[in-house]
């Protein structure tokens, strides 16, 4: 897994209160590169829960995201969605580098939510991480 290079501010969230994520190399150098091409109204566009640009935010979810999505034949797949899949992911998936799992405090943090029974709404446990549990267990 790559290591974390980098945070992502946010400055008010939905809840009001500032927040930082930590971003993957990747993560890093795709803000650098959104950074580099258009500057910060790109990368944080939101401000009180509405957006500051709206007919920017609208432009790229219709001329990126909708397109995206259907290319790769999911187009009901919701932005929202992908916080879900984050969440099974880091729950069935993410190690720490001595082999331990993710907690789901862990997660609750990343993914900014105030409770642990909000993380457990969004983190789902996938038929296939169960089985593989079970083979594991002898």
């Not at 809840?15 to 990368?43: C, D, M, N, Y």
């Not at 709404?121 to 549990?133: P, S």
Request: proline share 5%; aromatic share 6%.
């Amino acid at each position: 897994h790559p290591e974390p290079t980098g945070e992502l501010e946010i400055v008010r969230s939905k809840t009001g209160k500032k927040r930082w994520i930590p971003l993957s190399e990747e993560g890093a150098a795709t803000v650098q590169r959104l950074l580099a091409r258009h500057g910060e109204r790109f990368v944080v566009h939101t401000l009180n829960g509405s957006a500051t640009r709206q007919g920017q935010a609208h432009v790229w979810y219709q001329g990126r995201y909708k397109p995206a999505v259907r290319a790769i034949g999911l187009p009901d797949v919701r932005v929202h969605d992908l916080r879900h899949s984050a969440a099974t992911r880091w729950l069935t998936e993410a190690m720490h580098e001595d082999g331990r799992p993710a907690t789901e405090r862990e997660i609750q943090e990343l993914l900014g939510h105030s409770s642990p029974q909000q993380t457990q709404r969004y983190a789902h446990l996938t038929r296939e991480h169960l089985h593989k549990l079970m083979r594991k267990f002898r």
